[in-house]
């Protein structure tokens, strides 16, 4: 079994900038493509950003492409989201999601395990 644990939300004024991490342990941690997510209420689990288990390959929402990058430090068994020029918009449960057998998902249906989510608030 592997445990996720996200961190790093807050509120944020729009402009301004987060990082999330996601903390991982229980599992080998380089064998799984990882994800971030996100759900403001009332709404579905939307896709954020994908990396691959090497990192070599990474997938954005086109809503964040240019404003998000997603990183990942196998040694530390974390992968982070550093959010800049954020919008009211980007507010949601942010959560990060591990992926067994493809090389990289878009797909919150096909990933093995979720963290419980960290909080980002954004006010305008």
């Known amino acids: 079994q592997v445990q996720l644990v996200e961190s790093g939300g807050g509120l944020v004024q729009a402009g301004g900038s987060l990082r999330l991490s996601c903390a991982a342990s229980?599992?080998?941690?380089?064998?799984?493509?990882m994800g971030w997510f996100r759900q403001a209420p009332g709404k579905e689990r939307d896709f954020v950003a994908a990396?691959?288990?090497?990192?070599?390959?990474?997938s954005y929402a086109d809503s964040v492409k240019g404003r998000f990058t997603i990183s990942r430090d196998n040694a530390k068994n974390t992968v982070y989201l550093q959010m800049n020029s954020l919008i009211p918009e980007d507010t949601a449960v942010y959560s990060c999601?591990?992926?067994?057998?493809?090389?990289?998902?878009?797909?919150?249906?096909?990933?093995?395990?979720w963290g419980q989510g960290t909080q980002v608030t954004v006010s305008s």
């Open positions: 999601g591990a992926e067994l057998r493809r090389p990289i998902s878009r797909v919150p249906g096909e990933y093995d395990y």
């Open positions: 229980g599992g080998t941690f380089s064998s799984y493509s």
């Open positions: 990396i691959s288990r090497t990192g070599s390959i990474t």
